[in-house]
C-alpha cells in the first residue's frame, strides 16, 4: 500500500496553466511519486499528483498529444517504474482525469465535451502504458467541464479548465 510521502506538493506548487512547461508539469507529479513510503492503509483514498495543462499537452478541441506533452507523460512513467520496481506489491491506481474548458463541442470527432476529455485521458493513459506503466495500475476517466477551476468565460479561464488531473488512488 503507498502513501503520499511527508513532501507532498501544496496546491500552490502546482503548476500554473498560464505559464507551464512540460517538465514543470511531469516534476511535480514526479516529486510526489519519488516520495511515497509504504504505509498500511484502511481505506481508499485519493491525493491529488498534479496537472498536465492542457495547452502543454494537447492542442485546443484534440486528443492527441503534443511533443511536449509526449515528453511530460514520459517523465511521470519513468517515475512511476522506478517506484513499481522498488515495491511492485502495493495497491495504487493512477486516476487520469481529462476536463474541459465551458464551449460545448460538436466535431466529427468528438460530439461532445464528455468524448473530448475521455479521449484525453485515455490518450495518457496509451502514452503511460507504452512507457512502460501497467495498464492495471490506470484509470482514466472524462469529466467535461464538470469540475472547473474557474467559472467565468475568458481565455484565460478556458486555458486554466482545459486540463489532465492526475491522483493516486490507494487501497
Known sequence: RLD????????????????????????????TVENWRAAPAQKVGEKPLGDLAAPIAFDSASAQLTRDGRAA?????????????????????????????QRPINTREFRSNWALSAARAAAVAFQLNRYGVP????????????????ESWSRKA???????ELSLLTQ
Not at 503520499?4 to 507551464?20: D, I, K, L, R, V
Not at 495498464?135 to 474557474?150: E, H, I, N
Open 4 to 31: 503520499a510521502g511527508p513532501t507532498e506538493p501544496t496546491p500552490s506548487a502546482a503548476p500554473s496553466p498560464a505559464t507551464p512547461t512540460p517538465r514543470a508539469a511531469a516534476v511535480v507529479a514526479a516529486s
Open 73 to 101: 507523460v514520459r517523465e511521470l512513467a519513468k517515475s512511476l517504474s522506478q517506484k513499481l520496481k522498488s515495491n511492485p506489491d502495493a495497491e495504487w491506481r493512477l486516476v487520469i482525469a481529462g476536463h474541459t474548458d
Open 158 to 164: 478556458f486555458a486554466k479548465n482545459r486540463r489532465i
Open 135 to 150: 495498464q492495471s495500475r490506470l484509470v482514466a476517466v472524462g469529466k467535461a467541464a464538470t469540475d472547473p477551476l474557474d
